[in-house]
């Protein structure tokens, strides 16, 4: 019987210090089991020497594979060009900076196995991790629930196996602004959750830069819901008929001596107003954006080279 083939994807951006660290113990892991496989690192732009370190790992190791972008294209469309390019019958996704530890590897592929399509990860509570990024992931799933039409585990970061099929489906899904770890909830198929304690970062410091993390924040509730539209809807509903109800009032205070009086409430009403219909032009603006960017069909990520024979 052949053997099957693991595709283990390490998404990289200015992590030449931990890929050494990271590419052994994957090594270490996989080489025990009875499994062919690849490991595939993606480059995301990185301006420090990783180049140069992958290439030398790369000249004693043929399993390890590259790919390297023309410049930052952000973690979810890394992930995605590893997806692309992948060979094996299943593809395990991973952070390269030990914080996803690779001594799970064995667990996923057991999970596998057993019949699950995708086996994913629940990140528990590290009291070792900043207050504030505890604070801020478990906010970021809870709005994210709250705004959009997928329910996503808190702590399920992009450290998961997919089996090919499943895999598959992601690959076919075009546009430039996926939201995977959405996606991967959404499209179902048989899954199992493991929970783990992540290790401590091994060198360097985050990439999610806090920018980097709204952006993301806000890309998974475009993707996976119009909620936003029907909050404006309601929400204008809601003060038009107040509105409505102050006409009366309008109407008597005509008539009576207060009528030169209402200036305060008048500024007040008029800047919520207008603040609130910016609010809601920006909402439809993010997802006419989100259409702008969908019919340019620009490519999720550009490669500058790669060692993977072309399919
Ligand atoms: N990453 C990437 N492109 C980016 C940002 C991050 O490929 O634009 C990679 C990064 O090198 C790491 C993984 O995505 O392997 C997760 O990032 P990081 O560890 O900085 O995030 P954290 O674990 O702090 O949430
Ligand atoms: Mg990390």
Redesign the pocket.
């Known amino acids: 019987m052949k053997q099957k083939k693991v595709s283990v994807i ?6 030449a210090t931990n890929l050494p660290t990271v590419v052994a113990a994957v090594h270490e892991n996989m080489d025990k089991l009875p499994y062919d496989y690849e490991i595939i690192i ?1 480059n ?2 990185s301006s420090d020497n990783s180049m140069e370190v992958i290439e030398q790992l790369c000249k004693d190791d043929d399993k390890l594979y590259y790919i390297e972008f023309s410049r ?4 979810q469309n ?2 995605k060009a590893g997806l692309d390019y992948a060979t094996g019958d299943c593809l395990i996704s ?4 030990m ?1 996803h530890p690779p001594r799970m590897l064995p667990r996923f592929l057991e999970k596998w196995e057993e019949g699950y399509d995708i086996v994913y990860t629940r990140r528990m509570e590290d009291q070792n991790l900043p207050k504030m ?1 505890r604070k801020t992931s478990a906010w970021y799933y809870r709005i994210i629930n709250m705004l959009s039409d997928i329910e996503l585990e808190e702590g399920t ?2 450290f998961r196996l997919m089996d090919r099929k499943a895999a598959n489906v992601i690959i076919g899904i075009k546009g430039s602004s996926l939201f995977i770890r959405g996606l991967v909830k959404w499209i179902g198929f048989k899954q199992y959750g493991i929970d783990y304690m ?1 290790d401590e ?1 091994l060198s360097g ?4 830069t806090v920018k ?1 993390m709204m952006s993301m924040a806000v890309q998974g509730i475009l993707s996976f819901s119009t909620k936003p539209l029907h909050i404006a809807l309601y929400s204008g509903f809601i003060i038009a008929a107040l509105s409505l109800l102050s006409m009366p009032y309008a109407f008597i205070s005509y008539f009576t001596d207060h009528y030169s009086n209402g200036w305060a409430s008048l500024i007040c009403v008029v800047g919520f107003l207008g603040g609130f219909q910016l609010f809601v032009l920006g909402i439809i603006g993010l997802y006419i954006g989100r259409i702008f960017n969908q019919t340019k069909n620009y490519p999720a990520y550009i490669v500058r080279s790669t060692n993977i024979p072309q399919k």
Do not use: I, W
């Open positions: 390490l998404c990289s951006y200015n992590e993606v995301d732009g930052n294209f952000g973690h890394a992930l991973m952070d390269a900076d914080q990024k970061a992009d992540p970062r410091s985050t990439k999610y980097k």
